[in-house]
């Protein structure tokens, strides 16, 4: 399974309206974060591992482990296109 990095200096974050906005301070993009997509990055700011995300998503919104596994990987996808995050890839 893959793994990843926050790069901890190219963001700053703010709660909205119970919704978090992530600025990429180095791009000027900012993306918006819903409930389940708040709970992954909030997870990995704590530096889980990625299958530790996808079990916790699941127990949360009673959903499938392949359901979670996309979830956390689509938004972890995202995340390194927004250049918040590195992934390693095996």
Known sequence: MS????LNTNFVESEINDEIV?????TGEYIGLNNVAKDIWNYCKNNEDIQHIVNLIKLEYNISEEKALNDVMD???SLHDEQ??????P
């Open 22 to 26: 992530v600025l990429n301070i180095q």
């Open 75 to 77: 938004f972890l996808h």
């Open 3 to 6: 793994s990843f990095k926050i």
């Open 84 to 89: 918040l995050i590195e992934l390693c890839l």
